[in-house]
T-cell receptor, first 112, second 110 residues
């Protein structure tokens, strides 16, 4: 069982470039999440998808878009990367509300 | 808005010393979860507390949920170098929203 798989693991972008972070889970979980982690800031929710076909903003959605492609996959897109988006991005999933989150290994993104 | 505050932000201890991290919520929580993130790794679920006043133990780790379900603590007895990492609490609000604390980073000197 792979759990939650994120790609790529590392990425360097120049300001203004775009990219999509991919996430897939094989646990048949209903909800999926994108977090960013910055030093001293903990984990901040960017977007989430409570179920297939729905997406909602978290606390820091500006500059990002998401797509819940199907039950397994939830992608995060940066249309025009900015240095402030340099961070570690984690995808996570859970089966039902109140269940524990299962995290992917993260994507380390640097925007120069 | 709803917040979960976690203290301290950093803690350095000598191996063998005890360690405690605390979480406080501005509102009543339906449950609280604890996660551990090793350096360079991803958060991994440790435990969930649901009941008021609940105490759970995992070997040298003791987790408590306050009577008012607004605060929680994680205590590690006799730390080891394998305990190094960042510990996060995450509270589920009554609306179902999961809110993470800022995390406590533990360093253990051998």
């Amino acid at each position: 069982n792979a759990g939650v798989t994120q790609t790529p693991k590392f990425q360097v972008l120049k300001t203004g470039q775009s990219m999509t972070l991919q996430c897939a889970q094989d646990m048949n979980h209903n909800s999926m999440y994108w977090y960013r982690q910055d030093p001293g800031m903990g984990l901040r929710l960017i977007y989430y998808s409570a179920s297939e076909g729905t997406t909602d903003k978290g606390e820091v959605p500006n500059g990002y878009n998401v797509s819940r492609l199907n039950k397994r996959e939830f992608s995060l897109r940066l249309e025009s990367a900015a240095p402030s988006q340099t961070s570690v991005y984690f995808c996570a999933s859970l089966r039902l509300g109140g269940s524990p989150l299962h995290f992917g290994n993260g994507t380390r993104l640097t925007v120069t | 808005g709803q917040q979960v505050m976690q203290i301290p932000q950093y803690q350095h201890v000598q191996e063998g010393e005890d360690f405690t991290t605390y979480c406080n919520s501005s509102t009543t929580l339906s449950n609280i979860q604890w996660y551990k993130q090793r350096p360079g790794g991803h958060p991994v679920f440790l435990i969930q507390l649901v009941k008021s006043g609940e105490v759970k133990k995992q070997k040298r780790l003791t987790f408590q949920f306050g009577e008012a379900k607004k605060n929680s603590s994680l205590h590690i007895t006799a730390t080891q170098t394998t305990d190094v990492g960042t510990y996060f609490c995450a509270g589920t609000s009554n609306t179902g929203k999961l809110i993470f604390g800022q995390g406590t980073t533990l360093q253990v000197k051998p």
